[in-house]
Nanobody, 123 residues
Framework: QVQLVESGGGLVQVGDSLRLSCAAS????????MGWFRQATGKERDFVTA???????YYADSVKGRFTISRDNSKNTVYLQMNSLKLGDTAVYFC?????????????????WGQGTQVTVSS
C-alpha cells in the first residue's frame, strides 16, 4: 500500500510560480511511475504530467514549457514546479502512483492517489 500526501497549494496571482510536493510512503518509491492530474470545478480530472522511475517525463500541451515535474527518490517525493500560472490552471491537483517501469499517462493506469491540493490563480 502506498500513501500519497500533496502539499504546496495556495492562492497566487497570474504569472506567479508555485511548487507542489507529493510525499509517498513505501520502500519501493524509486520504481514507481508518478503523475500529476488536476480537476477544475465541474470538470473531469485531466492529466498534467508524469515521470517514470528512470526520470522520463511527459507533459500535457497546456502546461508544456511552464510546468516541470521532478522526483527525489531519497526523499520519496515528487515535485511539480509551476511557473507563469494562468487563470486556467486553477484546480485541485492530485498526485498519483503506479508500480510500473512505464510512463502512465491515463488516470485509469494509476493505483494510488493523494487527497489533492487546491491551486487558485487570481487576476
Amino acid at each position: 500500500q502506498v500513501q500519497l500526501v500533496e502539499s504546496g497549494g495556495g492562492l497566487v496571482q497570474v504569472g506567479d510560480s508555485l511548487r507542489l510536493s507529493c510525499a509517498a510512503s513505501g520502500r519501493t518509491f524509486s520504481s514507481y511511475g508518478m503523475g500529476w492530474f488536476r480537476q477544475a470545478t465541474g470538470k473531469e480530472r485531466d492529466f498534467v504530467t508524469a515521470i517514470s522511475w528512470s526520470g522520463g517525463t511527459y507533459y500535457a500541451d497546456s502546461v508544456k514549457g511552464r510546468f516541470t515535474i521532478s522526483r527525489d527518490n531519497s526523499k520519496n517525493t515528487v515535485y511539480l514546479q509551476m511557473n507563469s500560472l494562468k487563470l486556467g490552471d486553477t484546480a485541485v491537483y492530485f498526485c498519483a502512483a503506479r508500480d510500473t517501469t512505464n510512463l502512465p499517462l491515463s488516470s485509469d493506469e494509476y493505483d494510488y492517489w493523494g487527497q489533492g491540493t487546491q491551486v487558485t490563480v487570481s487576476s
